[in-house]
């Protein structure tokens, strides 16, 4: 039998689709300070890591991600860009 807080995990990831494990570990990588959510500073690492020094590149990744405008991304919505853009994601799974 389930626990509340399993059930609520299983239903919150079914409402995402798919979550695999390559994603929580891609997640868990760029959120380095493990508070649940990637800040801009922790997506500026993330960027530079992957060649982009570039602030402006910096904030159009965050405003194309962080869909609720809280300056944060979120796990559901790290996941919908997941979903958007299985590619790279391969890719980034390949440096991380």
Same mark, same amino acid.
């Given at each position: 039998?389930?626990?509340?807080?399993?059930?609520?995990?299983?239903?919150k990831r079914e409402s995402m689709g798919e979550v695999t494990p390559e994603m929580e570990r891609i997640?868990?990588?760029?959120?380095?300070?493990?508070?649940?959510? &990637?800040?801009?500073?922790?997506?500026?690492?993330?960027?530079?890591?992957?060649?982009?020094?570039?602030?402006?590149?910096?904030?159009?990744?965050?405003?194309?991600?962080?869909?609720?405008?809280?300056?944060?991304?979120?796990?559901?919505?790290? &996941?919908?860009?997941?979903?958007?853009?299985?590619?790279?994601?391969?890719? &980034?799974?390949?440096?991380?």
């Amino acid at each position: 039998m389930q626990t509340t807080n399993e059930l609520h995990l299983r239903l919150k990831r079914e409402s995402m689709g798919e979550v695999t494990p390559e994603m929580e570990r891609i997640f868990q990588r760029f959120d380095t300070d493990g508070d649940g959510k &990637i800040s801009l500073t922790e997506l500026a690492e993330v960027l530079r890591t992957l060649g982009s020094t570039n602030a402006d590149d910096v904030n159009h990744v965050m405003a194309e991600i962080d869909t609720d405008g809280d300056d944060n991304i979120d796990f559901k919505e790290f &996941i919908a860009f997941c979903h958007a853009n299985p590619g790279l994601v391969k890719d &980034i799974a390949k440096v991380f």
